[in-house]
């Protein structure tokens, strides 16, 4: 049976602050300041959320959103995303579970410093997927590009700190400094380093990409066929760090043009930096991430 393919839809008025205006948003944000996450109950499962736009989402029958493989308008059931967020919550419990569970030796032995410092890099500093440091980013962060495989990442991760949390109030001397840096890391070396300075077809690759991920193309002149020049050069101010002329800018984004920016290759001849470049230089990375993953040029 062919598998459903997994739509990604842009959550269109997620960026704007009339959002944050309504209700349900209002509602759900004090809900999640004063007990530190919003529950939502089925039949079989209790799960937490941990953002109030994750929480908009997942309970909402009629979500505003941008088709990006049609490029249409159209209204989502968030509902719908629901069930996939419970199970990778689960199977988020149970990685905790496994991997982290607590003995006595751990609890009342030497291991004990370092269970808990395992347990703070994993939870605020690892990075596990593309640019997202800790465990702990599903607090902060929610999907603006809305797919299954998005969900279940949050899910996922969900479920882990919900059993770290129940840790910490469970055995609240062992984590007495869980949320603070005093787990005898090693100083980290302090970076005295000018900014990088990219160069043009490195900017230039970024515009490509973000226009990519939001389902647009480079600029054309519709009556001459050709690319449209002026809007280009125009653009080249969307980058508040490029610091070269306009018509340079121009000429980096058709030469970056003949390379087959599906081929991770032709991306390395651009630039040996080229992802480190795009997600400084991106000015919306979080769609811009989700894009190259789903052309499979990162990993998650």
């Avoid at 049976?1 to 997620?14: N, S």
């Avoid at 808990?116 to 962060?141: A, C, M, P």
């Avoid at 302090?190 to 991920?213: N, R």
Wanted: glycine residues 4%; neutral net charge.
């Amino acid at each position: 049976m062919k598998q459903k393919k997994d739509i990604r839809f842009w959550l269109t008025t997620f960026s704007e602050e009339q959002e944050q205006t309504k209700h349900e948003y209002k509602s759900f944000k004090r809900e999640i300041e004063n007990n530190g996450c919003f529950k939502v109950k089925t039949e079989t499962d209790t799960v937490k959320i941990y953002t109030p736009e994750l929480a908009v989402i997942l309970t909402s029958k009629e979500l505003p959103s941008l088709n990006m493989d049609t490029q249409t308008e159209t209204n989502i059931n968030g509902w719908e995303y629901l069930k996939t967020y419970i199970e990778a919550y689960k199977e988020g419990e149970q990685y905790f579970e496994t991997e982290f569970k607590v003995s006595p030796n751990t609890l009342y032995g030497a291991n004990a410093e370092q269970y808990v410092r395992d347990i703070h890099l994993n939870f605020f500093q690892v990075q596990h997927t593309g640019t997202n440091e800790g465990w702990s980013y599903v607090k902060k962060q929610y999907p603006i590009i809305l797919t299954h495989k998005a969900v279940k990442e949050f899910g996922y991760y969900s479920g882990i700190v919900n059993k770290v949390e129940e840790q910490v109030k469970k055995y609240p001397r062992l984590f007495a400094t869980f949320d603070k840096c005093e787990h005898n890391l090693p100083p980290q070396p302090i970076d005295e380093q000018k900014p990088i300075k990219y160069g043009a077809k490195e900017y230039a690759l970024t515009y490509i990409f973000d226009l990519y991920a939001i389902g647009q193309q480079v600029p054309i002149n519709r009556v001459e066929g050709s690319f449209d020049a002026k809007k280009i050069k125009q653009d080249a101010s969307k980058f508040p760090m490029y610091d070269k002329a306009p018509d340079t800018f121009y000429r980096a984004v058709k030469s970056v043009l003949e390379y087959d920016l599906n081929k991770p290759t032709d991306l390395q001849n651009i630039s040996k930096d080229w992802l480190n470049a795009v997600r400084n230089l991106s000015t919306n990375w979080v769609i811009t991430e989700q894009y190259l993953k789903d052309k499979n040029l990162i990993g998650e």
